[in-house]
């Protein structure tokens, strides 16, 4: 009888004490069309269209509860194929207001992928972690994913190149 008391008591600490897990995954659009250099909103070239299906296949055994992107053609088309494998909306976002107490609320426990820029992904992890940890991507690393994630105040950030 007391171990079975311990044991309901001990379970029940530590429900009430475990805190949700947030998860952002953030990446830089794929492979962009750079044949006229006058266009700010290329399309992917091939390379990112195979590679937007490389990141597709990342995702396969990771649970996403949300896509957002920044509103150009290459970010959109990068996360395509994942939205459609995850059944997901991709929801656009400015990336000059994106860390607000509104997103964290509609991200708080979830798992996130956040498509964006060389020098917007690597912004907006140093925005959740309040540091300046991390300089603009090369302008061909398309293939970087910043992991971090967020228990309680513990903040951590991995970064892994999926090939």
Not at 65 to 76: G, L, M, P, V
Not at 95 to 118: C, E, R
Request: glycine content about 4%.
């Amino acid at each position: 009888m007391k171990k079975s008391l311990f044991l309901c008591v001990f379970l029940l600490i530590c429900a009430c004490t475990s805190e949700e897990i947030t998860t952002y995954y953030l990446i830089r659009h794929a492979e962009k069309d750079r044949t006229d250099a006058t266009n700010k909103n290329p399309s992917l070239n091939s390379e990112g269209l195979i590679r937007a299906k490389k990141w597709m296949h990342y995702f396969d055994a990771i649970e996403l509860d949300a896509i957002y992107s920044t509103d150009y053609n290459r970010t959109k088309q990068t996360g395509t194929p994942t939205a459609a494998q995850k059944k997901l909306p991709i929801q656009t976002y400015d990336p000059s207001n994106m860390y607000d107490s509104t997103f964290i609320k509609a991200t708080y426990g979830k798992s996130v992928l956040i498509v964006g820029h060389s020098n917007t992904t690597p912004n907006l992890v140093n925005l959740i972690l309040k540091e300046k940890t991390y300089k603009n991507m090369k302008d061909t690393d398309n293939s970087s994913v910043y992991i971090v994630t967020i228990q309680g105040t513990k903040k951590t950030c991995r970064i892994m190149r999926v090939q």
